[in-house]
């Protein structure tokens, strides 16, 4: 039996279900415009994702009026990030002078997403489509003029007068619009695992500073959530080992952890997020936009992925609400505007993780490792004495450069 294919028009047509995608969503159906988001999984339930919500977004969420709603979901809130070396503690990151949030709320994306959708399903003008997954661009001449997707149902074409790809890192529509990106390099891969949490276990969340590798604990209140650093490409070699060395690995790293170490039970608890770091060189064709990871896939230090799509969604509702609110063309040069907009606060971003890749991530991957703690680097140990001082990495990443409002609050 052949399928007939479905048609849908829409004004707006939003690719990826993600933080950027169902924040744009939100934010156009607030302003009355028809919006379709296509998203190809069932739900929202996937683990080790971007979970660190900033200040910056807490801000947005409170201007959206969720706020309390986002206060309710489960969450651990963390004010400070330090570091544990051979030769002690070192915090390097104070979230407690910033205002008016003065913390990072850890909390399941899964969760996030589901608020924000609800909330956008509140607008009659709002759909959002699981199990859609975007196969490629429809096109009339030069200009993107809409989808083409596989749905359990069958093939879906959907019509409108702009595609917004929120398709994340490894973006269909980057692909199938031929756009160029700059790789900007990245030395480190992360392998993600839960362990359990003990009552006598420390509240922070840190980092356990090693030589050949590194632990990152983030406390998610009733388990850890560890994140392994290993040198770029070495988790093959990892998987070929038996799942022992690697939890002896993480052991040896951790003490605190070798009671729970067992819960690793097979390579198939252990999940691997390639680090890239990208961006593309344009973000725009006519008709299409890209935002969040299809446009810049960031590294992982300090955990901004997830704030800069949201603030890419808000700056890209500011520009195009207006003009999507109405039936004129949405020209390519108010596309250009949101690129133009988002291009520095991410450019900025890019260029403090990278130097921070380089220049304490690269040495820490290159050490032999001989089961010893590294020691914290005299001027670090020197800098982090100075609270002001320890204030301006949360600043950078808590804060970001550029900060987005919601045009129209609540
Ligand atoms: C393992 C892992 C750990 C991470 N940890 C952190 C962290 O601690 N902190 C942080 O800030 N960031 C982290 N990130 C990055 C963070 O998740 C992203 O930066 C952030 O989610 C980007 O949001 P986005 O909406 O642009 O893209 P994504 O979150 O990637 O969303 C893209 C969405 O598009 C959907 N999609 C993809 N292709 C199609 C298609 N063809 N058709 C329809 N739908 C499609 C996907 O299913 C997904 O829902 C992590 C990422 C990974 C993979």
Redesign the pocket.
């Known amino acids: 039996m052949v399928e007939a294919t479905q048609h849908l028009k829409t004004r707006c047509c939003i690719?990826?279900?993600?933080?950027?995608?169902i924040m744009l969503g939100l934010l156009l159906a607030r302003t009355g415009v028809q919006t379709l988001v296509?998203?190809?999984?069932r739900d929202?339930l996937r683990d080790?994702?971007?979970?660190?919500v900033h200040p910056s977004t807490l801000e947005i969420l409170n201007e959206v009026g969720l706020k309390q709603r986002f206060d309710q979901l489960p969450q651990h809130r963390v004010q400070k990030l330090q570091a544990l070396f051979a030769d002690g503690p070192l915090v390097f990151g104070d979230f407690s002078t910033l205002k008016p949030y003065p913390y990072l709320a850890l909390v399941p994306?899964w969760d996030l997403l589901d608020l924000l959708s609800q909330e956008a399903r509140r607008y009659p003008n709002f759909s959002l489509l699981m199990q859609?997954?975007?196969?490629t661009l429809v096109r009339s001449g030069d200009a993107v003029t809409g989808v083409r997707?596989t749905t359990p149902d069958g093939e879906l074409v959907v019509q409108a007068d702009l595609v917004v790809a929120?398709?994340?890192?490894?973006?269909?529509l980057r692909a199938a619009a031929g756009l160029q990106s700059n790789n900007l390099g990245a030395p480190m891969d992360?392998m993600?695992f839960r362990l359990p949490r003990a009552d006598t276990d420390p509240d922070d969340t840190f980092g356990v500073a090693g030589r050949g590798g590194f632990l990152v604990l983030l406390n998610r209140n009733d388990y850890w959530q560890v994140a392994c650093v290993i040198p770029k490409g070495q988790a093959e070699e990892w998987r070929r080992k038996p799942i022992e060395q690697f939890r002896n690995n993480i052991a040896r790293r951790c003490a605190m952890l070798t009671p729970h170490v067992d819960a690793i039970q097979s390579w198939d608890d252990v999940?691997l997020?390639e680090v890239r770091v990208d961006r593309l060189r344009r973000w725009h064709r006519p008709g299409l936009l890209l935002?969040?990871?299809?446009a810049h896939?960031?590294s992982?230090i300090g955990?901004?992925?997830?704030?800069?799509?949201i603030q890419d969604a808000v700056a890209a509702a500011n520009i195009l609400g207006p003009v999507l609110q109405g039936q004129s063309p949405v020209e390519e040069h108010m596309l250009a505007a949101v690129q133009k907009r988002r291009m520095l606060p991410t450019r900025l971003m890019q260029r403090v993780q990278l130097i921070m890749q380089r220049r304490l991530i690269e040495p820490a991957l290159a050490a032999k490792d001989d089961g010893q703690a590294a020691r914290a680097p005299a001027i670090a140990r020197f800098l982090t004495k100075s609270r002001l001082i320890r204030t301006i990495p949360a600043r950078i990443f808590g804060l970001g450069f550029r900060r987005e409002h919601v045009r129209r609050p609540h």
């Open positions: 690719v990826g279900g993600g933080p950027a995608g296509l998203e190809k999984h929202f080790f994702r971007g979970d660190t994306q859609a997954e975007v196969t997707a929120c398709d994340g890192r490894h973006s269909t992360v993600w999940k997020l935002i969040g990871d299809a896939a960031m992982p955990g901004v992925g997830i704030n800069l799509a």
